[in-house]
């Protein structure tokens, strides 16, 4: 388990590393903000098509290979952004990192799965549990080691520090974790990699990304237009397909596995809202300075492991999610409490309230779809999980922009809460409302 565990902090830990160390990159490799913020952004594009793209591979072929050719190219990328001898070097470090660590989720997970059919004993919920908390723990860490490393010795560290750590997960991996697919396993479709179908899914997806990133001021529907003519032909193609890319008919016939998908979608809207908006309004409205915007929102990271703990205890996971799901309105009407002479009690008492939204409905996601998917798709499933966060990612810095506008106000943040508001009733029906999840 410690492998992967190791190898699982990686995507999630470069996610937010840098962002401690974007003022440093712009000033030595003299480009602006939108420049710099483009490395938070390319690693969020990379990874959403290569999350379940290295989770098919993983189903294909068997995941200890795949685990350590994404660690591989995560070590390396790693080391080429640490050399990195301008800004466009760089950005392809970024695009490698998101590829490489794409692979150690729908890897570890599909390991939990072979391990199952090994001992014919199902995983106990504390495993699914400790990749939940792992994943949120290093994101929450990530700043504060990114922080660290920049203090310490420069922007590049943030970089460099992915080659030991490569390293020791690679060791780790070839010594514990065993090499052959277990007996029982179903094989694999007949066919090959689908490389058309990946391609399709990537403009569709890229496109679609593109589109949230850009809303103001002009929206660009013209990248909607070629997401929508992308994601058609790409589910078109995929019906037709003996092996295909992501099984479209698997999602579609199964209900309460869609369902997961957008429920982890709309969780981590709402958590980056609170992450990035919540912490902009701090600092400009309420006038506390950047360490103590840290400090306001440690307890959400201290709660959503802690929800993530005791939620992964328990064998079935409606009530984890129903009670995420309540937790999210309640936190929302919070938010509409806020001026700038709140107490910084409630502050800290309202991003605590969406620490019970984000652990528990991560580890409740989790454990959903890993009993909805079949073996053979373990990989590919978990991977889209994953792209769907990063689409939640990316739709909540568009709620923001438009809230917003040019600067935090107390207003936006308001109509930031009235959305999170419908977002979590949106999803608490929908999930009451599923049946499915009365027996997972």
Not at 26 to 33: F, P, Q, S
Not at 226 to 237: D, I, K, R
Not at 427 to 439: I, S
Request: glycine share 10%; hydrophobic share 55%.
């Amino acid at each position: 388990m410690t492998p992967l565990l190791l190898a699982s902090t990686l995507n999630p830990v470069n996610s937010t590393m840098i962002a401690t160390a974007l003022v440093s990159i712009g000033r030595d490799l003299r480009v602006d903000a939108t420049d710099t913020a483009w490395l938070v952004a390319i690693l969020y594009l990379s990874a959403s098509i290569a999350q379940p793209a290295m989770g098919r591979l993983a189903d294909r072929y068997g995941p200890l290979w795949v685990g350590i050719a994404g660690l591989v190219i995560t070590g390396l990328a790693g080391l080429g952004g640490a050399l990195a001898p301008d800004f466009g070097w760089l950005l392809v470090s970024r695009l490698a990192l998101g590829i490489g660590s794409s692979a150690s989720y729908p890897v570890a997970l599909t390991m939990i799965r072979y391990h199952e059919y090994r001992t014919g004993i199902p995983a106990p919920p504390g495993v699914l549990g400790a990749m939940a908390i792992c994943g949120q723990a290093t994101a929450a860490i990530g700043p504060t080691l990114g922080g660290l490393l920049v203090g310490v010795f420069d922007w590049r560290a943030v970089f460099a520090v992915n080659v030991p750590w490569t390293l020791l997960a690679i060791v780790l991996a070839l010594r514990w974790l065993p090499r052959d697919r277990p007996e029982g396993v179903p094989p694999p479709a007949r066919g090959g990699i689908d490389l058309i179908g990946m391609g399709i899914f990537a403009v569709g997806m890229t496109s679609l990304l593109l589109f949230l990133m850009r809303l103001r001021p002009d929206p660009p529907y013209a990248l909607l237009a070629v997401a929508v003519v992308g994601f058609t032909v790409f589910c078109l193609w995929e019906m037709r397909r003996a092996a295909p890319f992501i099984d479209v008919r698997m999602i579609a016939g199964n209900p309460a596995l869609l369902a997961t998908y957008v429920r982890f979608a709309g969780t981590f809207i709402s958590v980056y809202v609170i992450l990035y908006g919540l912490t902009q309004w701090v600092e400009e409205v309420r006038g506390l300075s950047p360490a103590e915007t840290g400090l306001i929102l440690l307890p959400m990271s201290i709660v959503a492991v802690a929800a993530a703990a005791i939620g992964s205890r328990r064998k079935r996971m409606r009530i984890p999610l129903l009670t995420g799901l309540v937790a999210l309105p309640i936190g929302s009407l919070g938010l509409l409490l806020l001026d700038a002479a709140s107490p910084v009690a409630l502050l800290v008492l309202v991003a605590g309230v969406f620490g019970v939204t984000n652990g528990l409905n991560s580890i409740g996601n989790q454990a959903a779809l890993y009993k909805l998917v079949p073996t053979t798709h373990v990989g590919s499933a978990s991977g889209l999980l994953r792209t769907f966060q990063y689409v939640g990612a990316i739709a909540s810095s568009s709620l923001i922009g438009l809230a917003y506008g040019d600067r935090a106000t107390t207003p936006g943040l308001h109509v930031l809460a009235l959305a999170l508001v419908a977002l979590g009733v949106f999803l608490f029906t929908m999930t009451l409302l599923d049946r499915r999840l009365r027996d997972l």
